[in-house]
Every structure is written in structure tokens, then in C-alpha cells.
């Protein structure tokens, strides 16, 4: 995301959050750049597959 980009979105996110305490936004902030990371890595397909996580875990279904 470029540098405008994120400016407006912080713009964005300030402006619907009512009453917003720094840690709120922080904590907003911090989630929507975990998402965005999290959708640049799928794009460039460095996913791990839900039974690769669940031999992981010792899930068994």
C-alpha cells in the first residue's frame, strides 16, 4: 500500500471509530496490517493447508 493509500485509510478508520482511545487505534491499526499482510503472502501463495495445520497441532478429525 502506498504512503497516500494508508494515510487515507487512517483517515478512514478515525473517522468511524467514535469516541477512540490511542490504544483502540493502535490496536485497529495493528490488525488491519496483520490482514493486509496476511493477504500479500496468500497472493503470493505462501499458504499452509488445513491439514498441514491440523498434523501440526495433532488435530484429528
Excluded at 495493528?30 to 491439514?51: H, P, Y
Amino acid at each position: 500500500m502506498q504512503s497516500a493509500d494508508i494515510k487515507q485509510a487512517a483517515h478512514q478508520l478515525i473517522d468511524q471509530l467514535d469516541h477512540l482511545t490511542w490504544a483502540e487505534l493502535a490496536y485497529q491499526a495493528t490488525v488491519k496490517a496483520s490482514i493486509e499482510q496476511g493477504l500479500v503472502e496468500a497472493k503470493a501463495g505462501k499458504l499452509t493447508s488445513q491439514d498441514d495445520i491440523e498434523k501440526e497441532f495433532g488435530i484429528h478429525r
